[in-house]
């Protein structure tokens, strides 16, 4: 939600800001998308950056609204989906959030909801409750932090003298448990257990919990056989709003 951070990252997005759906290695994010089509005829993308995810979206919806709250990504998302007539991209506002309130069948969000502050994250958890109907769909991509902790034993038993990408005890003002730094950046992680919790108290139901796989190569790790056989993982819900 930090407007001038993201401003900052666009030009450097496709290089440096992790696209969950293109490296999702068995398509799981995808499956996902499809599912919530055939119930759906429209769905918003809140937070959608740059519009990594427009392109999917509008080959299986038929209307697709993104909303997000970097002007730069917004500007950049519309140049992406140039003649898609079915994408609508606009900043988000309070105004904006007010009247798409209940609008839409679908919500998708992904790696949005990562804000180490929890006040900040509850109230982006019930603004994207809020533009999805009673009834419809939720697909959610969030960080895993037992894969963080897992990925961090893989380097430490087979790569010790490469740097950590985490960092496990931030000093952040206000960081909750789950926050943990990514290169730098605190970034919220959850555990399976807490998800059910989480999505419950802001009116979602979880119908599926699964591992977005991804190749040890976004570690930048090449771990043996024996321990390379789990992949690190995001967090894929799939949820009903209740």
Same mark, same amino acid.
């Given at each position: 939600?930090?407007?001038?951070?993201?401003?900052?990252?666009?030009?450097?997005?496709?290089?440096?800001?992790?696209?969950?759906?293109?490296?999702?290695?068995?398509?799981?994010?995808r499956g996902a998308i499809g599912r919530a089509a055939r119930r759906h005829g429209d769905v918003i993308d809140f937070g959608c950056g740059v519009g990594g995810y427009l392109a999917s979206l509008a080959?299986?919806?038929?209307? +697709?609204?993104?909303?997000?709250? /970097? %002007?730069?990504?917004? @500007?950049?998302?519309?140049?992406? =989906?140039?003649? *898609?007539?079915?994408?609508?991209?606009?900043?988000?506002?309070?105004r904006v959030l007010s009247r798409l309130k209940g609008k839409f069948g679908c919500v998708l969000a992904a790696?949005?909801?990562?804000?180490?502050?929890?006040?900040?994250?509850?109230?982006?958890?019930?603004?994207?409750?809020?533009?999805?109907?009673?009834?419809?769909?939720?697909?959610? +991509?969030?960080?895993?932090?037992? /894969? %963080?902790?897992?990925? @961090?034993?893989?380097?430490?038993? =087979?790569?010790? *003298?490469?740097?950590?990408?985490?960092?496990?005890?931030?000093?952040?003002?206000?960081?909750?448990?789950?926050?943990?730094?990514?290169?730098?950046?605190?970034?919220?992680?959850?555990?399976?257990?807490?998800?059910?919790?989480?999505?419950?108290?802001?009116?979602?139901?979880?119908?599926?919990?699964?591992?977005?796989?991804?190749?040890?190569?976004?570690?930048?790790?090449?771990?043996?056989?024996?321990?390379?056989?789990?992949?690190?993982?995001?967090?894929?819900?799939?949820?009903?709003?209740?």
């Open positions: 939600m930090n407007r001038d951070y993201w401003d900052s990252q666009v030009d450097r997005w496709d290089a440096e800001i992790f696209n969950s759906l293109s490296e999702d290695v068995h398509g799981l994010i080959r299986s919806f038929d209307k +697709v609204h993104a909303i997000d709250w /970097s %002007a730069e990504c917004v @500007e950049r998302a519309a140049a992406r =989906t140039t003649g *898609r007539p079915n994408v609508t991209v606009e900043r988000n506002t309070p790696n949005v909801v990562i804000h180490p502050d929890g006040r900040i994250r509850r109230a982006l958890w019930r603004a994207i409750r809020s533009v999805v109907e009673r009834g419809g769909d939720g697909i959610f +991509v969030v960080p895993s932090l037992e /894969s %963080a902790a897992y990925c @961090e034993f893989v380097r430490r038993e =087979t790569a010790p *003298r490469q740097g950590t990408s985490y960092d496990f005890h931030l000093r952040t003002p206000r960081a909750e448990a789950g926050a943990v730094g990514i290169e730098g950046v605190p970034t919220k992680h959850y555990t399976a257990e807490e998800l059910n919790g989480t999505l419950d108290a802001i009116g979602f139901r979880i119908l599926r919990l699964s591992r977005v796989n991804y190749a040890w190569s976004t570690e930048r790790l090449s771990p043996h056989r024996r321990m390379g056989a789990t992949l690190p993982w995001d967090w894929l819900i799939e949820a009903r709003a209740t």
